[in-house]
């Protein structure tokens, strides 16, 4: 069973900037694509950014140019870079490894609170 680790969620202002992070306890991690979820109060979780296993990236268009999803497989290690952040980023932020229907193939993890507000 793979286990999701996310953090470096919290508090931040409009136009402030973050990094997640979110580790996995799978090898296979390096063969597969991975992207980041959010969820926000009373919404279905979303996929904001995915990266296949040679990094290319896309993203949703809510994020894109403010946001940058990158890898390191040698940690199994996923990220999301968040720039210029919106109230509306406002979430509860996860990884996991879409499918090609976008649906999640591991269980997941905790997630990270992420808050935009002044």
């Known amino acids: 069973q793979v286990q999701l680790v996310e953090s470096g969620g919290g508090l931040v202002q409009p136009g402030g900037s973050l990094r997640l992070s979110c580790a996995a306890s799978?090898?296979?991690?390096?063969?597969?694509?991975v992207g980041w979820y959010r969820q926000a109060p009373g919404k279905q979780r979303e996929l904001v950014a995915t990266?296949?296993?040679?990094?290319?990236?896309n993203y949703a268009d809510s994020v894109k140019g403010r946001f940058t999803i990158f890898r390191n497989n040698a940690k199994n290690t996923v990220y999301l870079q968040m720039n210029s952040l919106k109230p509306e980023d406002t979430a509860v932020y996860y990884c996991?490894?879409?499918?090609?229907?976008?649906?999640?193939?591991?269980?997941w993890g905790q997630g990270t609170q992420v808050t935009v507000s002044s």
């Open positions: 799978t090898s296979a991690f390096s063969v597969v694509a």
């Open positions: 996991n490894a879409p499918d090609r229907g976008g649906l999640a193939r591991w269980d």
């Open positions: 990266i296949s296993s040679s990094r290319i990236t």
